[in-house]
């Protein structure tokens, strides 16, 4: 029986996009060939890797807007030392808001690089909500914020409006969510969480931001090098690259973000209508800062809890405990989650309670 999937990431994909990125394995596009056994360079691949990019931008509405989408390597988490290689003038400044674990990993890359101003931070209260009282400075080379905190489980709501350039990362709830991605210069993604398997990162870029540092560069570093060899300066990742290309097509296929986004709503409602309703359980974060895409919440009574896993797990959840750093419960409800898993998981709670 298929689990009800609730990981944070890696996580679920599209049954059919499974089915699909199998079948490449074995023989490609009827090539004869597994996807994994051809050239990147082939034209089969190069046509892969277009694709993707293109549906990227497509989905942002970022077409034709002067930006370029890269896959990339190293996961998000190299995207941090990236940012600011590209951006960050020697001596240089940024602004960073820091609202959850990721975001304490992001300011440490960059004070690597230059001064960093923290212009609003939820650490005291164990990045439970997220800031908002804060002004950026006219000094700085960039502002870096990030949209949704998958461990915590807040979301930014909207954005801070500044003349400078701003960098998100969006990596668990990009795709699943209508903003004006305009307002970006740069955005990335591990691909894990929203849109493919690990192993590729999506870099979004305003191509008009980059060159301005003074710096030295390394090659695989350089975001500009990535973009003018079309995102194959070395070999790409090619199968979460294909995979991540045939998640995007079932989005747009589906609808685009638009549609993605109201069916993502009405999951998150319902399960937060559930955690505000049963006694037993409650959210760990502020109400208006909920994220729609990881769904944090614990038991009120901690003895209760092997009986209330128990119960998740007899009824086909997987996924469901918090991160080790906060414990207690996480539900990410991406994308490629069926509402169908949400009503089995509040009807294992209703039950639950029933049964104290
Ligand atoms: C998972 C995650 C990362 C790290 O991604 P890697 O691809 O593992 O490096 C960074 N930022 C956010 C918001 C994440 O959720």
New binding site residues.
């Given amino acids: 029986m298929k689990k009800h999937n609730f990981s944070a ?1 890696p996580c679920i994909l599209p049954q059919e996009v499974l089915k699909k990125a199998s079948e490449a394995v074995l023989n490609f596009d009827g090539l004869g060939l597994s996807l994994i056994e051809i050239s990147h360079r082939s034209e089969h691949f190069v046509a892969v890797i277009e694709k993707a990019r293109h549906l990227a931008l497509e989905l942002l509405g970022l077409e034709n807007k002067g930006y370029t989408a890269l896959f990339l390597h ?5 995207e ?1 030392l990236l940012t600011p290689y590209n951006l960050m003038k020697i001596n240089g400044k940024a602004a960073y808001t820091n609202t ?1 674990t ?1 975001s304490e ?1 992001a300011i440490k890359e960059a004070k690597l690089f230059g001064d960093v101003y923290i212009i609003g931070s939820s650490k005291e209260k164990n990045f439970s909500y997220i800031p908002k009282d804060y002004t950026i400075p006219e000094d700085i080379d960039y502002f870096h914020c ?1 949209s ?4 915590a489980g807040t979301q930014m709501k909207s954005f801070p409006k500044h003349n400078g350039i701003t960098v998100c ?4 709830d990009i795709f699943s969510r209508q903003l004006d991605f305009s307002q970006f210069d740069v955005i990335y993604a ?4 929203n849109m493919g398997p ?1 192993g590729t ?1 999506l870099v979004v870029v305003k191509n008009e931001v980059l060159g301005k540092t003074g710096r030295q560069i390394p090659t695989m570093l350089d975001y500009q090098q990535h973009i003018s060899k079309e995102s194959m300066l070395n070999t790409p990742a090619v199968f979460p690259i294909y995979v991540s290309m045939l998640t995007l097509k079932w989005l747009k296929d589906l609808g685009g973000i638009s549609v993605i986004e109201k069916i993502n709503n009405t999951k998150a409602e319902l399960l937060y209508a559930e955690i505000d309703r049963n006694p037993l359980f409650k959210g760990n974060t502020a109400v208006e800062d909920r994220s729609v895409m990881n769904v944090t919440f614990s038991l009120l009574n901690e003895n209760l809890k092997l009986q209330f896993d128990k119960q998740w797990h007899d009824a086909g959840i997987s996924g469901l405990n918090g991160h080790r750093s906060v414990g207690g419960y996480r539900a990410s409800i991406y994308n490629a989650l069926p509402i169908e898993s949400v009503h089995v998981l509040v009807k294992v709670m209703q039950e639950f309670e029933k049964s104290i």
Avoid: H
């Fill in positions: 990431g190293g996961g998000a988490s190299t941090f959850g990721w990993k990030t949704n905190n998958t461990i990362d969006m990596s668990s591990g691909a894990q969480k690990s990162t």
